[in-house]
């Protein structure tokens, strides 16, 4: 078993930050590429942000320049660092994983999501 667990959502002003992490545990052997993707109310998932576990990045247009990821490979977190956040950040973060177990087996793991909430 491993669970992904977000957290540091909130309601934010905009022009503000917030900072949302992901805890992986359980029968993990490697986490590959881990990244965040959000969901707005009646708007499908996309893709925030990604991180391989070699560092390569890649951002979503909209969050360039203002969304950071990073990760600690040893404590199996991936970070989402948000600055000037705009009401169209409103959405429900999700972590997602692709993990391998101790046992090889690989899984592509989604978090329950923490809500962002950006007023205006």
């Known amino acids: 078993q491993v669970q992904l667990v977000e957290s540091g959502g909130g309601l934010v002003q905009a022009g503000g930050s917030l900072r949302l992490s992901c805890a992986s545990s359980g029968n993990i052997f490697r986490i590959n590429a881990m990244g965040w993707y959000r969901q707005a109310p009646g708007n499908q998932r996309e893709l925030a942000a990604t991180i391989t576990s070699g560092g390569t990045i890649n951002y979503a247009d909209s969050v360039k320049g203002r969304f950071t990821i990073s990760r600690d490979n040893a404590k199996n977190t991936v970070y989402l660092q948000m600055n000037s956040l705009k009401p169209e950040d409103t959405a429900v973060y999700y972590c997602?994983?692709?993990?391998?177990?101790?046992?090889?087996?690989?899984?592509?793991?989604w978090g329950k999501g923490t809500l962002v909430t950006v007023s205006s």
């Open positions: 997602n994983a692709d993990v391998l177990s101790r046992n090889y087996y690989a899984m592509n793991l």
